[in-house]
């Protein structure tokens, strides 16, 4: 009988332990709908001087400003602050979350350009689903004049050249981030038989992002079996990418002058130090619209 | 005596799963599309997302409401903010939620229309909690509840860091709305 009633006591005074249990403790028992891959591997469509694997969101246009600047030895020049410079002014369009198109024009080089790219996966941010973001990006270049005289120029189809690269990508840390990009080049004409028509290339390129608007980058591309007539090195660059609101700055020290894959790539003709003729430096604007 | 342990020990497993369910779900309300948005006008530009999704729970017996807001589930018009709001503003891959809980003042559950009323509690973002009145709407449709309101919210008490060429852009005050149906909860 005893125990009975120290049951039932017992029993009545389980309510004022429960009811004290917070309703947010309920709340979080529960599911929230959530996108689970990681945002914001690298902020811009270039990670410096080649791609990234961000796209552009559907129906957004981005208007982008390219520019590089350097100096050629050997002259006493009275040039103002660079004696010579090289610009690229493109359009970049998302034509779906997944889907990029972008054109550009180079001058004074003379190239055009034009790519599509497109997200395969995205990085997962459980253990579930694809650690990498996997993008593949297709271009294609016409170049209007001769630059290394590389390519023969009689026909139409003899100046063109295509980049392959499959953009391998990893969120490691909130501000660390690396890509690996396995790229082929192909090239419609070699001006010497010494020449392959086809380029194989591996770039590697990381950020850190010492603020939460201003992060430093670095880019570098080995070419596997490079161009034997003219000497060619490893397209370097280190830089740093600074967004404010609209507009995304890429400020840069490069090796190479020129903004498409196909030629920073296989035909950057001298190696990365500070001297007049191999110091490039590179501003890039980009300002973002909402269409 | 060890029967009596073992009934007390079967009364208490019992208990949460059985008897106070019951009694408890009668009382309480759910909502899980809760809709949050939040503005912030400047002469630069004005900002505005939507949430969709937020999870807030109401309990009539003790007039206590909770809410959990997802962070990534702010739609924004302009994609790029939506970039920026995670990215470099809220963080949100530190501090995924929003969390609200607190109690409405003087709740009136026998007046079926309108009430006007002050929610008490505490709101937290980016691991910071700061104690909020937040004033209110409460109505009754069909026997479910609906609560609306809104509150200002001042960026520099959450943690919120806008650069300094930026600050024309993000006001400091930010201006949030809601507007929770709630129905019976059903389990």
Excluded at chain 1, 64 to 82: D, L
Excluded at chain 2, 88 to 93: F, G, L, P, R, T
Excluded at chain 2, 132 to 141: E, N, Y
Excluded at chain 2, 166 to 182: G, M, R
Aim: some cysteine; overall charge positive.
């Amino acid at each position: 009988m005893k125990s009975k009633i120290l049951q039932f006591v017992l029993f009545l005074s389980i309510p004022s332990c429960l009811s004290s249990q917070n309703l947010l403790d309920k709340l979080a028992n529960e599911d929230l709908e959530t996108k689970n891959y990681v945002m914001s591997t690298f902020k811009g469509t270039r990670l410096s001087i080649g791609h990234s694997i961000e796209t552009r969101k559907k129906n957004t246009l981005e208007i982008s400003f390219m520019s590089r600047y350097w100096n050629v030895p050997q002259e006493t020049s009275n040039s103002f602050i660079a004696d010579r410079m090289c610009t690229r002014v493109g359009l970049d369009y998302g034509i779906s979350d997944r889907l990029t198109f972008g054109i550009g024009s180079g001058n004074p080089n003379g190239i055009i350009d034009s790519y599509l790219k497109y997200r395969l996966f995205q990085q997962s941010t459980t253990k579930k689903g694809s650690p990498v973001g996997i993008t593949l990006l297709q271009t294609s270049t016409y170049r209007t004049r001769s630059i290394k005289g590389i390519e023969r120029r009689n026909t139409f189809g003899e100046k063109l050249a295509f980049t392959t690269q499959l953009l391998i990508a990893r969120k490691i840390t909130r501000d660390f981030s690396l890509q690996i990009s396995p790229t082929f080049v192909h090239r419609t004409s070699s001006n010497f038989s010494v020449d392959d028509h086809n380029h194989f290339a591996v770039g590697f390129g990381s950020r850190y992002k010492v603020s939460n608007h201003v992060s430093i980058v670095s880019e570098y591309y080995y070419v596997a079996n490079p161009l034997k007539s003219i000497e060619t090195f490893g397209a370097f660059s280190l830089g740093a990418n600074w967004e404010v609101s609209d507009l995304l700055l890429q400020f840069k020290m490069t090796n190479n002058q020129i903004f498409t894959e196909d030629a920073f790539i296989t035909q950057t003709a001298q190696n990365f130090n500070f001297r007049d003729g191999n110091f490039f430096f590179g501003f890039h604007a980009t300002y973002h619209i909402q269409l | 005596m060890n029967k009596t342990l073992l009934l007390i020990l079967i009364a208490f497993i019992n208990y949460p799963s059985h008897f106070p369910n019951k009694k408890d779900y009668k009382e309480e309300y759910i909502e899980r599309q809760g809709e949050v948005s939040f503005f912030s006008y400047t002469p630069v530009e004005n900002i505005q997302a939507t949430n969709n999704q937020a999870l807030s729970i109401f309990d009539t017996k003790t007039n206590e409401v909770a809410v959990r807001i997802l962070m990534r589930a702010f739609v924004f018009k302009k994609s790029l903010m939506h970039e920026h709001f995670n990215e470099s503003y809220i963080e949100s891959d530190l501090y995924p939620e929003a969390t609200f809980s607190g109690k409405i003042i003087d709740f009136d559950p026998s007046i079926e229309t309108m009430q006007t009323r002050i929610i008490k509690g505490d709101f937290t973002l980016k691991d910071v909690t700061k104690s909020v009145d937040i004033k209110a709407t409460i109505s009754i449709v069909d026997g479910n509840y609906i609560i609306k309101g809104g509150l200002d919210i001042l960026i520099d008490d959450y943690n919120i860091k806008v650069p300094a060429l930026l600050s024309p852009n993000i006001s400091k005050k930010i201006e949030v709305t809601f507007n929770f149906k709630y129905s019976q909860h059903e389990k």
